[in-house]
């Protein structure tokens, strides 16, 4: 344990190598249409399966973190899709993967809604009638976006 750091790590005792145990970075899209309403997708996968979230998911190691929303967007609903802004980045507390690192875009898309190959549904909520979603860095995302197009 370095005294740097106060935290006890593995430490191969030949060549020094440390492992770091870091957060899974992730993004998620929020995407409105002409009404304003909120794209969700009901998960088909866990964590939060058959439940309602934003479109989101890993980031892949050749990928940017833009290019990772616009890649789970089009997965998870079919719409393709272009960056607006950067939301926030947000730390959410998993039991299946510890700690993630969520990055929340604001992201223009055309196309149709389909559900894609993570999720079970898809569909645009007004922002007053959205389901329970279970992740907090998601509600986050969507309060934050919200306030900004209240200004």
């Avoid at 399966?49 to 967007?73: D, M, N, Q, V, Y």
């Avoid at 645009?124 to 200004?151: D, G, V, Y």
């Amino acid at each position: 344990m370095s005294k740097m750091e106060r935290r006890k790590r593995l430490i191969c005792p030949k060549c020094g190598w440390v492992k770091y145990e870091n957060p899974l970075p992730s993004v998620a899209a929020l995407v409105r249409n002409e009404k304003g309403e909120i794209l969700l997708v009901k998960r088909g996968v866990d964590p939060g399966k058959g439940k309602w979230a934003l479109p989101s998911g890993f980031i892949e190691i050749e990928e940017t973190p833009e290019k990772a929303c616009l890649r789970e967007l089009e997965e998870e609903t079919g719409l393709r899709g272009k960056t607006i802004k950067l939301i926030g980045v947000y730390s959410q507390r998993s039991k299946l993967y510890r700690n993630v690192l969520i990055i929340g875009y604001e992201i223009q898309a055309t196309g149709k809604v389909s559900p894609g190959s993570d999720s079970l549904d898809a569909r645009f909520f007004p922002i007053q009638k959205l389901p329970r979603i279970p992740f907090s860095s998601h509600r986050k995302i969507i309060k934050e976006a919200s306030k900004r197009s209240k200004k």
